[in-house]
T-cell receptor, first 110, second 113 residues
Framework: GESVGLHLPTLSVQEGDNSIINCAYS??????FIWYKQESGKGPQFIIDIRSNMDKRQGQRVTVLLNKTVKHLSLQIAATQPGDSAVYFCAETQNTPLVFGKGTRLSVIA | NAGVTQTPKFQVLKTGQSMTLQCAQDMNHNSMYWYRQDPGMGLRLIYY???????DKGEVPNGYNVSRLNKREFSLRLESAAPSQTSVYFCASSGKHSGNTIYFGEGSWLTVV
């Protein structure tokens, strides 16, 4: 999961395996959540979002799960590929600018 | 469709110098943002503009000023650069049709020596 500090949490997975990246968000009133992917030297890119009236949403190879009881968000990536290597950020909002977590670095081992 | 474009991509400044980072978006978004990103840290909001003509402070506004020149453009100014402002700066925008989803530019790498 994400944490404060200079060193990002790192998740290493074998190519083809599934990845699960976790995020603990801070504001129980947040009603919209987004996962972003940031490749080296680039800006963050939108992956998938979910509103608080849902607990699961699926995209192409990605699934976001929301547990409002424990303020926990996760991103699941199916059949992880080398191109999935990046830093992943969760973000939350309640009609305010997005607040970002610190990020998790995903490394895919070929 | 270029999305969010920011300039310059790279800049080295001496302590005390001033500079302006430029940002423009072509998505007709109402809201624009400036974030900074430091090693091992998430993105921290410096200033944002919810609509043309308005600006508001974010989490880390000290040492910065902004101008929402028009709907397309939102600039960030460092009046007297400090080494603590060495960072990667991202401009972003969001609009009515994108909900709260923010779309980012490619970043500006700023080093203050």
């Amino acid at each position: 999961g994400e944490s404060v500090g200079l060193h990002l949490p790192t998740l290493s997975v074998q190519e083809g395996d599934n990845s699960i990246i976790n995020c603990a968000y801070s504001n129980s009133a947040s009603d919209y959540f987004i996962w972003y992917k940031q490749e080296s030297g680039k800006g963050p890119q939108f992956i998938i979002d979910i509103r608080s009236n849902m607990d699961k949403r699926q995209g192409q190879r990605v699934t976001v799960l929301l547990n409002k009881t424990v303020k926990h968000l996760s991103l699941q990536i199916a059949a992880t590929q080398p191109g999935d290597s990046a830093v992943y950020f969760c973000a939350e909002t309640q009609n305010t600018p997005l607040v970002f977590g610190k990020g998790t670095r995903l490394s895919v081992i070929a | 469709n270029a999305g969010v474009t920011q300039t310059p991509k790279f800049q080295v400044l001496k302590t005390g110098q001033s500079m302006t980072l430029q940002c423009a978006q072509d998505m007709n978004h109402n809201s624009m943002y400036w974030y900074r990103q430091d090693p091992g840290m998430g993105l921290r909001l410096i200033y944002y503009s919810a609509s043309e003509g308005t600006t508001d402070k974010g989490e880390v506004p000290n040492g910065y000023n902004v101008s929402r020149l028009n709907k397309r453009e939102f600039s960030l100014r460092l009046e007297s650069a400090a080494p603590s402002q060495t960072s990667v700066y991202f401009c972003a925008s969001s609009g009515k049709h994108s909900g709260n989803t923010i779309y980012f530019g490619e970043g500006s790498w700023l080093t203050v020596v």
